[in-house]
């Protein structure tokens, strides 16, 4: 990946004070209220809020503790209320009540609450709505029973609260028949009912309550279309997003910037970047959430070069880059291996004094978690004064990726007695650190700890117990998992798909995929491929084309994963002219590594050695990196047609060219190389010298070795070291009963057979089967 630089202008300066909108900041409260959605606007300084004891005043002070966060701060006010002599008001109380919902100290709310003498709607409003967004629903329900019983939930203002917990606990009827209860409706209820529409996927009732607003002669406000277009983005529906546009238009909501940004990414997130940019640059009043939003949806796509140059737009323009902006960049860098670039936007982000935010940190574990620097990960997490939910979930999730089950193991097990609540990000992640039977039991006490938490009714952590059910090589939990899960997704279909064909069931995954057509779904890119491997497994060449075919129709033909496995399944079905079709229609504007990768097998299994070779030579000259995979596929080729100077100059260049380390698999290519292409002595060299513990199958290569070029001596070295490190393995016995008979040793040759009878071995029969 070429070097990008961030362009700064050369008189930028993050820290003056000019007349900029965007820097107009009071130096004191800078960092503090960038965090705010009015990022610059100058609060009031605290000397003043204690010096100036009236109402208004206190509730400028308790806006500035939740909007900070900052419980302590809001104690601190609350003990200055009493002392005033505010405490028995009710307009006091209830601004406390918010202070402490907002910094979700809900126990200190409910307490003041249950004190409170002279409630009125905003205390029951305050109460119910402080329940649902700390995630107490069953408080918030309770609070519901009791205000119906005092008669407040046919109220309007009441019931756009009443609506919304409904809509956030997921009973949309529940809210339905709350909002049929209300007596005339105003635009917040409306309002409500629309947000619950739009959280649950209910599109077509969003755009209906639109229309009734409307109709009904009330102006739909910046709540509303906000409201309208997070519908359009939960189902994806863009047909209904233009639709809102257009309302937005004509009712010249164009000049409100917050109605704007919502626009731009509602574009972005069904797949219309160019609206989205078309509408970005027509936003006349851009605030920092504009940038923001565009930059996320840009760095979605993994355009590098289109983000920073974004990046040095916004600096040009005058802005200051917050945390959300370094967060949505510094990923981004993670996800396309670009360390070096987000090196410079994480010293940036630590001039600005961003480093004590959580969002940065996260972001930063990532980009190291995906670019193997899982020790820069680790200090940066240790060394983090706060450690929440969120940052164990990325540090177990960069463990997993790693291959370091055992520590992901543990620090969930430290989260759970430090009293950190794990939530269903948790309990995904360390569901993938249970890979194999040998974290089998640990799995099944992860599973009842799920099971007892309620967690087994979400389906993300559902999915990920069908993934480790089938590391663990049962596919009857798997099964049982799937039909238990209430809602089945995408994501749920996807892993059932894909557990079936680990676990050699590939028919079953192709039923499944019929399954899924038939419940009115649409299969995604991720099960398409899985269906592909399934015809490539049992070599069904009509059904491969069948499902090219949709694939196409769907547009997902120039899908990196969707494309290479098309290749994969025509190679495997035996029409190699297909796949060669279909990697130069992609090749032609995509090169990709993991697609050359796809065609150099496909060649290679074919004996198409020199085309393989020939493909390898074309991804060098187009400037692109290998992968290890690459190399493995390019060494095997070079050692199935006896080309050992180019398959061990491949292998060299791993790490003289690319300045790569080469993996377990590159070394076994490079044994089977010189094994099965008579260069024993040398095969035997490369397995003692090479950085890691020889394994069985290493072994077994060199053994194969000496059975083709009859080395008695060298073989039975070979043999020793296999049956040392798996003392049942058959293949061992066998190979070297070949190599003596090979040699004419007859006793010896008897012995070896005698020996796997004694021990019980008996070869694995081969057996063909003709699918139909």
Known sequence: MRAIRICLPSNYNPFSLSTTKSLQLSSSFRARSCSTSHPHRIPVPISDLYARKDQKTLSHALTLSWRTNSSILGSQIHAQVIKSGFSPDTYSQNNLLTMYCKCKALDRASNLFDEMTDKNLVSWTSMISGSVNNNEHEMGLGLYMEMMRSGLDTNQFVGSALLWMHAKCRSIEDAELVFESIDEPDLACWNAIIEGYALNGYSHNVIQCLVFVIRKGLIPDQVTYISALKGCIVTGDLNYGQQVHCLIVRNEFESNTIVMNSLIDMYFRTGRKNSALNVFYHVLDKDNSSWNTVISGLAKEEDVSEVVNLFSSMLLAGFRPDHVTFSNIIRLCGATDGLLLGLQFCCFAYHLGYFHYDLVINSLIYMFSRCSL??????????????????????????????????????????????????????????????????????????????????????SVCSSMINAYASFGSVTSCFKIFQDIRTLDLVSWGAMISAFLKLGFSSEALSFLNCLRDSGEKPDDVI?????????????????????????????????????AIIDAYAKCGDIASSKKVFENISRDCIDAILFNTMITAFAHHGL?????????????????????????????????????????????????????????????????????????????????????????????????????????MGELAAERILKLVPDNDSAYALMANVYAGDEKWKDAERMRIKMEMNRIQKACGYSIIST
């Open 609 to 713: 050695i020199i085309e393989a070779i020939e493909i390898f030579e074309q991804l060098k000259y187009a400037n692109s990196y290998p992968t290890q995979a690459t190399f493995v596929a390019v060494i095997a080729a070079c050692s199935h047609l006896g080309l050992v100077d180019q398959g061990r100059f491949v292998f060299e260049s791993i790490s003289n060219v690319y300045g790569m380390s080469p993996s377990k698999d590159n070394f076994a290519c490079l044994v089977d190389l010189f094994a099965r292409n008579g260069l024993l002595e040398k095969a035997k060299d490369v397995i003692e010298s090479m950085p890691f513990e020889p394994w069985p199958s290493i072994w077994i290569s060199l053994l194969s070795g000496c059975r083709s070029y009859g080395n008695k001596e």
């Open 374 to 459: 899982m020790d820069s990960a680790d200090l940066l997490f240790v060394s983090h004064p706060s450690r929440n939910i969120i940052l164990c979930n990325e540090m177990i999730a960069g463990y997993n990726l790693n291959g370091y089950g055992i520590k992901a193991l543990q620090l969930f097990c430290s989260l759970i007695e430090s009293d950190i609540e794990a939530d269903e990000f948790t309990y995904s992640n360390v569901l993938g650190a249970c890979q194999g039977i040998q974290h089998q039991d640990t799995g099944k006490q992860i599973h009842a700890r799920i099971i007892k938490l309620g967690f087994d009714s979400c389906c």
């Open 528 to 564: 398409l491929s899985c269906a592909l491997n399934a015809c490539a497994n049992i070599a069904l060449l009509d059904q491969s084309t069948c499902i090219h075919a949709h694939i196409i129709k769907r547009g997902f033909g120039k899908h990196l994963c969707v494309a290479s």
